[in-house]
């Protein structure tokens, strides 16, 4: 079997790249090479190839549920919003720049022959691809030039399965107000409607699915279940931001930032129960924590001074002058040090103080980097001396390089500052990266807990310090906990949707009937 199926939503957050990495994942299962795409996708949550290329992390998701290395040509076009008007446009794992919105529309039709060629790189290699849409197919004062829904469907020539978000409400008038603003041409590639994250008995549904599939013509292939998975989400619709409260015997506080990036570095503390991590964005939320996490942001600049003025740098302030642990990463590195310069306004034109916890000076340079790595932790003190010698994999990706400062560059009589972690890249090269000082610790590495004995050696020494024996710790192989989730994922797709009408649908593609 060979051929494409293309998930498309009524609306964001309909759950399409759960959907497509569940369908990755049972392809795989089931013994086809299968691999996920996504033409234009916006989110801040990015990660680098193996090749130093940037592409979007649902995509990442999928690729890893299809049992496949992560490939740029997954995401041709990935857009990581700056500002609320503005974004960096990065195209085949890239950046070209930042471009306003009214800008990128203006333009984005030239960028075809990049996400053909991207779809035919993946169509050679693969049995089947399964293409994730953005937001609704329905949005008519963007149909017109359309590359990522219909428009894309067409190019590929896929048929499409449409999907529709129950647990908001309005499911029905949902799906039957998407498929009347289509083109005819455009429903007849709609083969089957999905209702997803359903809550409760799925047989008082069904004289409503029976009058959905008669008003619209197309059958109802599945009810998928409400359902609690770790599994990557697209950043901006992430349900992890209303955790309020510490429900852990530590309570680890992430300062919730506007642009906030790579939140899934996170992700391993929040699958052990002995991390209650919360997400704080108002001082009134900060509380007593026993940890403060400042994690990456695509405006470095602007996210220090919305802190700065909403009083959250006050706070992280004070927990740090009493001894509490403060863990930056990568943006969140950055606004610990003295200051902060964007000489060329990569972000915003200009010099700012920031928060002062570490000796170190960012400069914005024109060119980013984006680079795999591996490394271990270098011999520190603090709360974290115990995670000295700790090995870990990641990446970085960065438009700033950060320099700890020698000791007469700084007014601070008490400086003993350190570099973090001492890392070798793609490119071989060995080098010293972040910078530690007391209590206070920060690097450019995203995912450095991923590895079992950072995430380990980072609680158990909160525990510690909290009067709690840390020996029944147990902290799970981050990677294998994964797959565990993607296998549980598939099971769920497979006992939800009619995977025999869409192994028939990827079959026969647009010449598939489409019969109630």
Not at 128 to 141: F, L, Q, T, Y
Request: glycine share 10%; net charge negative; proline share 4%.
């Amino acid at each position: 079997m060979k051929g494409s199926i293309m998930i498309q939503g009524t609306m964001s957050n309909a759950g399409k790249s759960v959907l497509a990495g569940g369908l990755c994942r049972v392809l795989k299962q089931d013994g086809y090479s299968v691999a996920p795409f996504k033409s234009q996708n916006m989110a801040l949550n990015s990660f680098i190839t193996k090749e130093g290329l940037e592409m979007g992390r649902a995509q990442v998701m999928q690729a890893e549920a299809a049992g496949i290395e992560p490939s740029a040509a997954m995401n041709p076009i990935l857009l990581k919003p700056t500002n609320d008007t503005g974004s960096q446009v990065i195209i085949n794992g890239k950046p070209i720049g930042v471009m306003a919105a009214v800008e990128y529309y203006r333009h984005k039709k030239e960028y075809i022959p990049y996400i053909m060629e991207a779809y035919q790189e993946l169509k050679s290699k693969y049995d089947v691809i399964v293409i994730e849409g953005a937001g609704s197919p329905a949005e008519i004062n963007l149909k017109k030039d359309d590359i990522v829904n219909m428009g894309l469907a067409e190019l590929t020539d896929s048929p499409v399965l449409l999907a529709g978000d129950i647990d908001r409400g309005g499911v029905f008038a949902q799906l039957i107000g998407t498929v009347m603003l289509l083109e005819e041409e455009e429903r007849r590639r709609i083969k089957g409607m999905i209702i997803n994250k359903f809550r409760g008995d799925v047989s008082i549904l069904k004289p409503g699915l029976t009058m959905l599939e008669e008003r619209a013509g197309i059958p109802v292939l599945g009810v998928v279940p409400y359902f609690h998975l770790d599994i990557d989400e697209e950043d901006s619709l992430t349900e992890r931001f209303q955790k309020k409260q510490s429900a852990g015997l530590l309570d680890v506080a992430v300062i919730r930032l506007p642009r906030i990036s790579n939140f899934t570095d996170i992700a391993p503390l929040e699958a052990l129960d002995e991390a209650g991590v919360r997400y704080v964005s108002t001082p009134a939320e900060f509380g007593e924590p026993d940890a403060v996490i400042l994690p990456g942001s695509k405006n470095t600049i602007q996210d220090l001074l919305w802190m700065r003025q909403n009083g959250l740098e006050a706070k992280i302030l004070r927990h740090a002058s009493k001894g509490g642990l403060v863990f930056g990463i990568c943006g969140g590195y950055q606004m610990l040090g003295a200051e902060i310069s964007d000489p060329a306004g990569a972000e915003r034109k200009g010099t700012v103080r920031g928060m002062g916890l570490l000796p170190i000076r960012t400069v914005f340079e024109k060119e980013k980097t984006r680079t795999r790595v591996q490394g271990r932790f270098l011999e520190m003190d603090g709360i974290l001396k115990e995670l000295s010698g700790t090995e870990f994999e990641g990446y970085e990706i960065h438009m700033g390089k950060s320099t700890v400062l020698e000791k007469q560059e700084t007014e601070d009589r008490d400086y003993h500052a350190k570099s973090l972690v001492g890392i070798s890249g793609s490119t071989g090269t060995a080098d010293t990266d972040g910078a530690q000082r007391g209590n206070v610790y920060g690097c450019y590495v995203h995912g450095i807990f991923d590895a079992p004995e950072c995430a380990r050696g980072f609680l158990s020494t909160l525990l510690k310090e909290k009067g709690y024996d840390p020996g029944g710790l147990q902290v799970r192989d981050w990677k294998a906990y994964k797959e565990e989730q993607y296998d549980r994922l598939a099971d769920i797709i497979r006992e939800s949707l009619d995977m025999e009408r869409i192994y028939q649908i990827i079959e026969k593609g647009n010449d598939a009937p489409c019969s109630l």
